[in-house]
């Protein structure tokens, strides 16, 4: 079984930082691309962040310079910086990866959600 955990999200002002955290356990054999999507109330969930396992990103436009994705493959986890936060980017936060198991099953994963809330 594998899960991923986040952590980091919570209530900052406008133009700060937060910095978020998603690792994965269990039967984790290996990762492939890891990203970080946000949904905020009455919309629909849009990606805001992508990192292969090659290191390569691709960012939403409306986060470029002012967030940056990044993982540790030996901890298995991915992580969001964020600064320079605005109003607009409060929203629940999730962690996604494309993960093979040591059963070799391939599946796309999620996290359980964090939320970021920034007051202007």
């Known amino acids: 079984q594998v899960q991923l955990v986040e952590s980091g999200g919570g209530l900052v002002q406008a133009g700060g930082s937060l910095r978020l955290s998603c690792a994965a356990s269990g039967s984790v054999f290996s990762i492939n691309a890891m990203g970080w999507y946000r949904q905020a109330p009455g919309k629909q969930r849009e990606l805001v962040a992508v990192i292969t396992s090659g290191s390569s990103t691709n960012y939403a436009d409306s986060v470029k310079g002012r967030f940056t994705i990044s993982r540790d493959n030996a901890k298995n986890a991915v992580y969001l910086q964020m600064n320079s936060l605005k109003p607009e980017d409060t929203a629940v936060y999730y962690c996604?990866?494309?993960?093979?198991?040591?059963?070799?099953?391939?599946?796309?994963?999620w996290g359980q959600g964090t939320q970021v809330t920034v007051s202007s």
């Open positions: 996604n990866a494309a993960i093979r198991s040591y059963f070799m099953t391939v599946g796309d994963y």
